[in-house]
């Protein structure tokens, strides 16, 4: 009888430990069987997934993976938060954004747990004047305001300023963020902004507003311009570095020390639904910017601070429900990253101002992942495991990679104005953008599993954004467009453009295929008719569905009587054959093509305009 060690895994105590090799020679084995003849050692490699700035994903780590240290929570490099106990007190700061003078919202939202207010003043959103009256009932020494007013930040933050000194608040009492960023002005508009104003306000919050001048600060090193024109997350982080140094110059210049300058930043970051690489962002971030204050001479004062806001590029327009998955999903990835404020974008965002059911779920959305999920509990809950210390390791390179080439180029705002920065992020989107037309990159609702049925979700029109700087890109939008071209055929004449599946032989022959064709031409707008035949399906195009071996003996009569029938395009569903291919079938369509292409092409010989 054999006796087992008591180490809590009894079961496992009996087998051999396993070496990474030996899981090489399996793993050759199984691609073998597929048609790939790897060597061991490239197994690994074979099975990685691509990402943006020459990253990639393996399907294994071990602690082989190495990576530098983290170091603790609350000291340098911060990887593992600014803050020694993290959010474990209170949870982050939920923040939600308001963009329309409605006072009622505003205290709604602070009364079912929000605790600090985000609103667009300005051009595009409050009215300067109007400040004093959405803020009215707010206790303004309890919930931080932070501003987001462009050009007009000067007036909004005088405006907020008097209201701090009518009410009678303490300056210690004060919390929050007057938001000037005047080179994220510049990428949102093209238009500069000088730095001195927002170097006034600096010096002007520093020392008086709350705890060695941390309570009130000045300037927002703002992210997202640069992750909504379609920039990876590297480029996000280089440009974030490249604008917080122009900031600690810029203020320095006008007489901060460098720890109170870096005191005066506060980082905005976009958190998608890659949990991992949002969670390896937020900690890259940190490392980088204890960094940059460590060279420039106050290493104490590199704990950034973060303010996390779901992707407004990951957010559709088709089926908006889904957007409630993504956001959930993005906001646990941005507290695990150790994000200090979390905005959750209400589901509804990408089609108008937000309704109150909207703006009730995201609130609840950070509530619950902080009350019930106890997500907030732990410090740093990702920090050693093998994949997410090796791509933040891997993201920081990258991204300081990104930020020495605007410094190469004059910097932040020399590289706005000379299109550098711009011609550096479109190129990534259209790399991303080939692979959300081939379908790569799935958008659930949209490009895959559409409802072509579902009855659009109408909300009010948003005040318009700024324009005129980076492009504002989605996900969705090729298919968007498609599908509005559905819709626009839909209303002159009352039926959607459809496409007939021709199902050959058994059900186990055809139903995968004819799946994937249905899902495909849905996800442009194009109904598919599988009851009856062809003359009665109000079609003018065909497609074949069914298994190699059927194609072979039946795609070409079956083509020859569709068109007969009056077709005039037949397509397949699947890979083409070796040449010529199947006579009377004009394309194929298969997983890994260019979906936007073929159905663009569909549409134009539908004449749907």
Known sequence: MTVLPDDGLPLAAEFPDASPEQWQRLVAGVLLKSGKDVPPEEAANALATRLEDGLATLPLYTARDAAPEPGYPGFAPYVRGGRAEGITVAGWDVRQRHTVADGAAVLSDLENG???????????????????????????????????????????????????????VADEAVRGNLGADPLGHQARTGTPLPLEPAAALARRCAGRYGPAGTGLRALTVDALPYHEAGGSAAQELGCSLATGVAYLRALTAAGLEVAAACRQLEFRYAATADQFLTAAKLRAARRLWARVAEVCGAPGAGAQVQHAVTSPVMMTRRDPWVNMLRTTIATLAAGVGGADSVTVLPFDHALGLPDAFARRIARNTATILVEESHLARVIDPAGGSYYVERLTDELAEAGWAFFQEIERAGGQEAGLRSGMVGERLAATWAERSAKLARRREPVTGVSEFPHLAEKPVVRRPAPPAPSGGLPRVRRDEAFEALRARSDAHLAATGARPRVYLAALGP???????????????????????????????????????????????????????????????????GRPPAEPGYQGVDSYVFAGGDAVAVLTAALDRMGVS
Do not use: M
């Open 114 to 168: 929000v605790t600090s207010l985000w609103l667009t003043v300005g051009e595009g959103g409050i009215p300067v004047d109007r400040l004093g009256a959405v803020l009215k009932g707010v206790y303004l020494d309890l919930a931080p305001v932070v501003l987001d007013a462009g050009a007009d930040t000067e007036a909004a933050a005088e405006a907020l300023f008097t209201l701090y000194e009518k009410r009678g």
């Open 507 to 573: 059900a186990a022959a055809h139903t995968a295929r004819l799946t994937f064709a249905a899902n495909l031409f849905q996800a442009g707008g194009i109904e598919p008719v599988t009851e009856g035949s062809f003359a009665d399906s109000g079609a003018g195009e065909a497609c074949l569905c069914s298994s190699d071996a059927l194609y072979a003996e039946q795609a070409e009569s079956a083509a020859a009587e569709l068109r007969a029938a009056g077709a005039g395009h037949v397509h397949l569903a």
